[in-house]
C-alpha cells in the first residue's frame, strides 16, 4: 500500500498515457474505417445515378486526398480500377476523375520515394 502512494504521481501519468494511446489508435481507426465509407458511398450513388450528391463526396475525398496515407491511396486505387478503363478518358465520370486524380497523386508521391531510394543507395558507396 505504501508503493501506491509513494508512487500515486507516476502511476497516474502511466495510466493517463495508456488510455492517450489507445483514443489516438482509435481514432486513428475510425478515421481510416471513414475514408472507405466515404468512397463506396461516393461510387453507390454515381452508380445509381444521383450525379450531384456524388459530386459532393467527390469533392470531400479531394479534398483530403494530400492527407491520405499511401496504402490507403492504393486501395482507392484499386477500388476505382476496377470501375473504369484507365485507357478511354471520360470526363464526365466522377469516378474516373478520381481514379486519375489518386493515380497522379500516387505518381507524385512515388517520384519522391524513388528520389529517396536512390539518396540511400548513393550513401552506401
Known amino acids: 500500500m505504501q508503493v501506491l ?3 500515486r504521481f507516476s502511476l497516474v501519468f502511466l ?4 488510455f492517450c494511446s489507445a483514443m489516438v489508435v482509435r481514432q486513428f481507426m475510425n478515421n481510416q474505417s471513414k475514408h472507405a465509407e466515404l468512397r463506396e458511398a461516393f461510387i453507390l450513388l454515381h452508380s445509381k445515378g444521383y450525379k450531384p450528391e456524388a459530386e459532393r463526396l467527390y ?3 479531394l479534398r483530403d486526398l494530400e492527407d491520405l496515407p499511401d496504402k490507403t491511396l492504393m486501395d482507392d486505387y484499386q477500388r476505382t480500377l476496377m470501375l473504369v478503363d484507365p485507357m478511354t478518358q471520360q470526363p464526365d465520370n466522377f469516378i474516373w476523375r478520381y481514379h486519375w ?3 497522379k497523386e500516387l505518381e507524385k508521391r512515388s ?3 524513388l528520389l529517396r531510394a536512390r539518396k ?3 550513401e552506401e558507396k
Do not use: K, P, Y
Open 101 to 103: 486524380t489518386v493515380s
Open 5 to 7: 502512494r509513494r508512487n
Open 15 to 18: 495510466a493517463l498515457l495508456i
Open 111 to 113: 517520384e519522391s520515394t
Open 59 to 61: 469533392q470531400r475525398l
Open 120 to 122: 540511400l543507395a548513393e
